[in-house]
């Protein structure tokens, strides 16, 4: 006789952001990932509980991996930043916490929700088309012939991350290497259609970062180093040719069936004959490089090596892409027919490269290939595992730079700049926009400066150290007071704002942020400055993060109610 | 998924973990290392531990800074196997400045730049007291040997080398180490140079003179190490003085500890059958096939996957014919025969019924051979190590292979077998091995690790070129000037901080702080120099505490003498160690006698305040894959 099992019913949440434990968790969130922004940013250790690996780090990609909630209305906003984070790289503490303080403004502001909703809309569209346009006061535009800006931003996504634990010095050097990898993987001959390079990771623990290093072509582990005959390596073009199909004279798959053999019938040396076959072939044809994915059959390495062919096997998928990239190769699938001449490819020369216990044999391209190789040492794991993350970071941020060719001021900067350009915005057309968006001239108000505020609270969110926030009254750039500091010498104290592109100066006015100050339009800062910008941003990254917050605290504010299977 | 929140501003439970953990390594620090059981409460099992790398792998550590702490103790060991002490020790003690500073009120970000800043100036002070070996040589290094390294002729034939160097930076000083080593070693090179050079002795000793101020208390270990490096040289053809990656291990129990000896090439364990057939082959030009894998008929390289659902059928029945491994057996046999090889070194393991086959041929077979020793093996005889022993021809053989029995250890017990030394006439490329023996079982593992220590200690400093004066010199200098960078800034408040006032962006506000974080620091490095000197067993905590405070004050200001002078306070425990009856005031003992590795020690330093760093900057922990109704309990959990 079965039993029966009682299902036990759904469970409704009504109204989920007046719901106690779901604001309580969402405050959590904000808490954990305000802590973790910025340069001066907490770490968090992130383990499981049956001690497992540890991991430190304030990026939020790793961390918001982590954070997997029992509510699914915070799933909601996490796969949302996860989402955006995994699209672009970068930004995704500062969508998170826009995110989040948003939906806390909204609430605070005890507008109704629509209201809430087409505001934002509005407010966001203001904020697109400000920083797309010309005159916008927060943007650099990025120059090709320089280095200079890229460095910047490299250097300020790399110094962001504390958990790399680098001193400046050795900030600086990685940020140069994420340039020039970056600069490797442009190509230069742009004959029909350019495709990006890859830049791949090598890390080596244990060592100091300025052993840090990127080469142009590929770097591949050779444990069985002791197989190279250092007189094949040098000077001379190779032909090449890849094996993406197992050479180990194994049978392929069989599927689930049996196979009935004859007991006389030795498979292994049928298949390791036809490998020898394919070896002859290959040596005819003036291959000097043998590259296979998978495992070589000894027999068929010792054959080729004695044929003065270099092997390399087990090469792994990822970098197999690249290598047929640098040399020009096409992977020859099967072992069964002819390799076709265009399959084959060249690569420069081989050199033997040592970085601490690694032995690597250095791939060079025979011309313009756009793959290069980063080196990266660390003293431990955890913090190179971090470095490993903020690298690949930077390089896709490098990379945005080719889609739209500027950076906006980091540091806080833009973000005031942007609350206060909003705030005058605002003034100036709330008759219009009341009347379009159908609220009242209160409501529109009411909701800009919730936005607002929400913009200069994840600038205020850089600062951990409760020191005070504030803006200035001419650009609006974000500056921090220390908490000790008497008020009187203010001008002293401040030095630079955030982005380092404004100096404090007697005439000057400042604010505390979230304070009511006179509304005005923020100038850009003037072309004859001396000072060169320390922080910049991704400007298409952060872009797509200010709309990834509005819309996701848009679609978390239109929620009425969460259903939930508990079966 | 949770996440808790550890950090109460003041107390820093991370910190104070790092702090608590670091206090294990307080009696490991210094040449006086005492042993520490760990017993394992389930199984009943214990090991005795010298090291804080094996103390901290014995341990269980579960917490997450435990974790980090291991994990970087781990690699750092890996790479330099020696300074894991110092390195918890500092990390401790910086910890302990670091959670000072917080009940001061000190922001981490004022914390974290003026340690970075205070270790800027350590490193400087390692760059500045660093001693080339080169000079060292001529001049410093042979104390002992004062009367010929004055002798004129020595003079004569070393300043002008000397005064080419600077022009010549690099593999030259290595060089020179290494050009004495032949010429001292092989008169035959009968130039006027060499002849003159090898009537004096103290050219040759300089590795063992480098050797004995690394020793740091292992005398018999480094003796051992520098044994192995006159080895290697005798039969070095490239200028390498010691090569740490061509010599290796074998440890023997039961034998007494005075045994342990350098023999060259390598050392395998064989039982009673085959040694009869190494008593066979001694004294001759052996020749040797090297197999990179199992020498079995089943056995298949490395990614084959075996085809599974296979059925063998036959149409008649044949009783008569021969297993697959027979057929396997005889085509190896036969292969073996006809190439005449005599020994087979294998990698993995060799079938019985191969041994015993080959046993019967007085074929040599030896398992479980080290890859870098097949490795060094090919090199020396010019085999190429093959997978199967089907793919055996004649240029993958090698020659001049020699084997020899070193004892037979099996007396009563066949199982422990005989030692049979394996070595190839005329080049050994260096492959040398260190036979590692003690009474007491328990006692061997620490025996290796010193054994490594030493010879890693040794590598270093070849590969640096320079020494730090040890025995604390460096660290009280380091005081020093982390002291007098304190007090310049209680000097000077309204000035930017100092030296490193150049490297600051002229905008960046000095930090007020400074000075208290460099005096913290300051006192994790005392903390230090006093535990070593308690640890010697000559001073109490007290006393070292008094004598370092005392020392520093009399020669405060004046940098350069704090070390000369310091090391003969030190050096009164260093003589009582080695037991030999020296005074503190006899002040003919030689200047510093103990130095450490450069490269080392700035390693370690960065690393013990990377850590705390790390620790530092955290301020949660997040737990994933806990359940809500077995942890809720735990009141400091907070669950998303």
């Known amino acids: ?567 | 998924m949770l996440g808790s929140t550890i950090i109460n501003h003041r107390q820093h439970v991370g910190l104070q973990k790092l702090s608590a953990l670091a206090e294990i390594t307080r009696s490991s620090l210094g040449p006086n290392k005492n042993y520490k059981f760990i017993q394992d409460d389930t199984t009943g099992e214990s090991t005795l531990v010298c090291s804080c790398f094996r103390i901290l792998e014995s341990l269980e550590l579960t917490c997450s800074v435990g974790q980090v702490v291991y994990e970087t103790i781990e690699t750092h060991h890996r790479v330099y196997n020696t300074g894991s002490g110092c390195l918890l020790f500092l990390a401790g003690a910086w910890s302990h400045a670091a959670l000072e500073c917080l009940h001061r009120g000190i922001s981490v970000r004022h914390i974290i730049s003026a340690m970075s800043e205070g270790m800027e100036i350590c490193l400087n002070v390692c760059r500045q007291c660093s001693i080339s070996i080169k000079r060292r040589e001529v001049s410093e290094l042979c104390p002992f040997n004062v009367s010929t390294v004055k002798d004129s002729h020595a003079h004569q034939q070393l300043t002008p080398r000397a005064s080419e160097r600077p022009f010549n930076l690099g593999p030259q000083k290595k060089l020179k180490l290494s050009r004495h080593f032949r010429e001292s070693e092989s008169p035959s090179i009968s130039t006027i140079h060499a002849s003159q050079l090898c009537s004096y002795e103290p050219f040759f000793p300089d590795i063992a003179h480098i050797a004995e101020t690394l020793s740091h208390g292992c005398t018999d270990a480094m003796n051992l190490v520098v044994k192995a490096s006159q080895m290697q040289s005798e039969c070095n053809q490239q200028d390498i003085a010691f090569d740490v990656t061509k010599v290796v291990t074998c440890v023997l129990p039961g034998l007494v500890e005075e045994q342990a000896t350098v023999l060259p090439g390598c050392v395998v364990l064989v039982p009673a059958e085959q040694a009869s057939v190494a008593h066979h082959l001694k004294e001759q030009h052996l020749k040797v096939a090297l197999i990179h894998g199992d020498l079995a008929a089943t056995y298949r390289h490395l990614g084959y996957n075996r085809p599974k659902g296979i059925q063998s059928v036959s149409d008649r029945l044949d009783l008569s014919r021969l297993s697959k491994e027979d057929t396997w057996m005889e085509k190896v046999v036969t292969l073996l025969l006809n190439l005449e090889v005599n020994v087979i070194l294998v990698s993995g393991v060799a079938s019985e019924k191969v041994i015993e086959c080959c046993w019967r041929r007085n074929i040599l077979v030896v398992e479980k051979v080290k890859a870098s020793i097949l490795k060094a093996f090919a090199v020396s005889t010019g085999a190429i190590p093959v997978t199967y022993a089907t793919q055996l021809s004649k240029h993958c053989v090698g020659t001049g292979l020699k084997v020899s029995i070193w004892r037979d250890l099996s007396n009563n017990d066949r199982k422990r077998g005989t030692a049979v030394n394996i070595t190839t006439d005329g080049l050994n490329c260096g492959l040398v091995t260190v036979i590692l023996t003690s009474s007491v079982h328990a006692k061997l593992q620490t025996l290796e690790d010193q054994f490594w220590a030493c010879a890693y200690r040794l590598h270093w400093a070849l590969k640096d070129k320079a020494l730090l004066p040890g025995a604390g010199v460096t660290e009280m200098v380091c005081i020093q000037h982390l002291q007098n960078e304190a007090e310049h800034d209680i000097r000077n408040p309204t000035e930017s901080n100092g030296v490193s006032s150049q490297q600051n962006k002229p905008r960046t506000p000095a930090n007020p702080y400074r000075d208290v974080v460099l005096t913290l620091m300051a006192d994790g490095l005392k903390d230090y120099i006093c535990t070593v000197m308690v640890n010697t067993g000559v001073f109490s905590k007290v006393g070292a505490r008094a004598a370092v405070i005392q020392h520093l004050q009399d020669y405060h200001g004046t940098v350069g003498d704090v070390a000369a002078k310091f090391s003969q306070l030190f050096l009164h425990t260093d003589t009582c160690y080695n037991a030999t009856p020296t005074s503190v005031e006899s002040s003919e003992t030689p200047a510093i006698k103990t130095y450490d590795n450069l490269c080392v020690k700035q390693e370690v330093w960065r690393k013990a305040l990377d850590l705390v760093f790390l620790v530092l900057q955290t301020d949660a922990e997040v737990i994933t894959g806990v359940d809500r109704k077995t942890n809720g309990a735990q009141e400091d959990l907070m669950f998303l």
């Open chain 1, 1 to 567: 006789m079965s039993r029966v099992v009682k299902k036990s019913p759904s469970v409704c949440t009504d109204l989920p952001l007046d719901n106690t434990d779901i604001c309580n968790k969402l405050s959590l969130l904000k808490q954990l990932l305000i802590s973790c922004f910025g340069p001066a940013g907490r770490l968090k250790q992130i383990h499981n509980n049956i001690g497992g690996r540890v991991i430190s780090t304030s990026t939020s990609s790793v961390l918001l991996s982590a954070l997997s909630s029992s509510q699914p209305f915070i799933n909601l906003i996490r796969t949302s930043v996860l989402n955006h984070v995994s699209r672009f790289n970068d930004c995704g503490l500062f969508t998170a916490i826009l995110c989040l303080t948003l939906l806390e403004q909204a609430k605070q502001s005890g507008l109704r929700r629509n209201v809430s909703i087409i505001v934002n809309k509005h407010l966001l569209g203001l904020c697109t088309s400000y920083l797309q346009g010309q005159n916008c006061g927060c943007k650099v535009k990025l120059d090709f012939c320089s280095s200079q800006y890229f460095i910047t931003l490299a250097f300020s996504v790399i110094s962001s991350k504390p958990a790399c634990v680098l001193t400046e010095p050795e900030a600086l050097h990685i940020s140069k290497l994420a340039v020039q990898a970056f600069l490797l993987t442009v190509p230069c001959n742009n004959t029909g259609v350019a495709r990006l390079g890859k830049t791949l990771t090598v890390c080596v623990e244990g060592h100091p970062v300025l052993d840090s290093a990127v080469f142009p072509g590929l770097l591949v582990d050779m444990p069985d180093i002791f197989f190279l005959n250092a007189e094949n390596l040098h000077g001379r073009s190779l032909c090449t040719v890849l094996f993406s199909a197992s050479l180990a004279g194994d049978l392929c798959e069989l599927g689930d069936g049996n196979i009935e053999l004859h007991g006389d019938a030795d498979t292994d040396s049928q298949i390791l004959d036809q490998l020898l076959e394919l070896g002859k072939q290959v040596v005819q044809d003036g291959v000097n490089l043998f590259v296979c994915q998978k495992v070589i059959h000894p027999v068929l390495q010792q054959y080729l090596r004695g044929q003065s062919v270099t092997v390399i096997e087990r090469l792994g998928i990822s970098l197999m892409e690249s290598l047929s990239q640098l040399a020009g190769a096409q992977p020859v699938a099967t072992l069964h027919t002819r390799i076709p001449p265009k399959a084959y490819g060249k690569v420069k020369e081989l050199t033997i490269k040592q970085f601490g216990s690694k032995t690597m044999l250095h791939i060079h391209p025979s011309g313009e290939s756009a793959i290069c190789t980063m080196i990266l040492c660390h003293r431990n794991d955890t913090m190179l595992s971090e470095l490993k993350v903020v690298c690949q970071k930077t390089e896709h941020v490098l990379r945005l730079t080719l889609r739209e060719p500027c950076a906006l001021m980091g540091g806080g900067c833009t973000e005031t700049h942007l609350a206060a350009y909003i705030r005058n915005k605002c003034i100036k057309e709330v008759i219009e926009s009341a009347s379009l968006l159908g609220c009242s001239q209160t409501e529109y108000l009411l909701g800009a400066e919730g936005f607002c505020r929400s913009l200069e609270s994840v600038a205020a969110a850089l600062d951990h150290k409760c020191g005070n926030s504030l803006t200035d009254l001419t650009h609006a750039h974000y500056w921090t007071l220390p908490a000790d500091v008497v008020e009187d010498h203010m001008e002293n104290s401040l030095g630079v704002c955030g982005c380092g592109l404004v100096e404090s100066c007697p005439s000057k006015k400042w604010t505390y942020l979230n304070t009511k100050y006179p509304e005005f339009s923020p100038a850009p800062v003037s072309k004859g400055t001396h000072l060169q910008v320390r922080v910049l941003d991704s400007f298409t990254s952060k872009l797509s993060g200010l709309q990834v917050a509005v819309e996701t605290a848009n679609l978390a504010l239109d929620v009425q109610y969460i259903i939930q299977d508990t079966n």
